[in-house]
T-cell receptor, first 116, second 114 residues
Framework: GENVEQHPSTLSVQEGDSAVIKCTYS??????FPWYKQELGKRPQLIID?????GEKKDQRIAVTLNKTAKHFSLHITETQPEDSAVYFC???????????????FGKGTKLSVIP | GAGVSQSPSNKVTEKGKDVELRCDPI?????LYWYRQSLGQGLEFLIY????????KSGLPSDRFSAERTGGSVSTLTIQRTQQEDSAVYLC????????????FGPGTRLTVT
């Protein structure tokens, strides 16, 4: 089955600096890669996703890059703000039709702290 | 609109007891997932429902775990004879038919087995 590794497990940055979180996956058939943000005691929230037919996607201060050959993808947050502090999870799925194909395999998370 | 809701928000039970956790997906969402999040860990897939298709139970850790989805909407996750290692946050997620990959999570049920 799929295995997703996520690094680093913790990350501290100064407000205004950039943060980068990296994930690798094992299943070459995976083709959908979402990122979730989970604030303390709250539900995971989908913040951005990318499909395997593109290499990069941006949404304001957040961007995700995908390297299918190397089987890794990264989350980039620019101009970080204190409200970006949270645990971020990457995930992967095969996304094909059929029972169970859309299940997500998650990384173990990165705790991001943005220092004012 | 209303998001995914789960109940109870917290459940404390004694080892050996059975528990039922409930999930109300977003109205109209056809896919429903259950995940488990243990302390300091990522989310672990448990079970997946899609419309009237047979559920994918491949993530259930033991036969003590089961789930139902009635009428294509509300789902109940049942854990029989609970063990201390079952302590975790159980999260439910749902997806719309036209964006079936996008999973929207509920707030979770924190289960503590004493």
């Amino acid at each position: 089955g799929e295995n997703v590794e996520q690094h680093p497990s913790t990350l501290s940055v100064q407000e205004g600096d950039s943060a980068v979180i990296k994930c690798t996956y094992s299943d070459s058939a995976s083709n959908y890669f979402p990122w979730y943000k989970q604030e303390l005691g709250k539900r995971p929230q989908l913040i951005i996703d990318i499909r395997s037919n593109v290499g990069e996607k941006k949404d304001q201060r957040i961007a995700v890059t995908l390297n299918k050959t190397a089987k890794h993808f990264s989350l980039h947050i620019t101009e970080t703000q204190p409200e970006d502090s949270a645990v971020y999870f990457c995930a992967a799925s095969r996304g094909n039709s059929g029972a169970g194909s859309y299940q997500l395999t998650f990384g173990k998370g990165t705790k991001l702290s943005v220092i004012p | 609109g209303a998001g995914v809701s789960q109940s109870p928000s917290n459940k404390v039970t004694e080892k050996g007891k059975d528990v039922e956790l409930r999930c109300d997906p977003i109205s109209g969402h056809t896919a429903l997932y259950w995940y488990r999040q243990s302390l300091g860990q990522g989310l672990e897939f448990l079970i997946y429902f899609q419309g009237n298709s047979a559920p994918d139970k491949s993530g259930l850790p033991s036969d003590r775990f089961s789930a139902e989805r009635t009428g294509g909407s509300v789902s109940t996750l049942t854990i029989q004879r609970t063990q201390q290692e079952d302590s975790a946050v159980y999260l439910c997620a749902s997806s719309p038919m036209d964006r079936v990959r996008e999973q929207y999570f509920g707030p979770g049920t924190r289960l503590t087995v004493t």
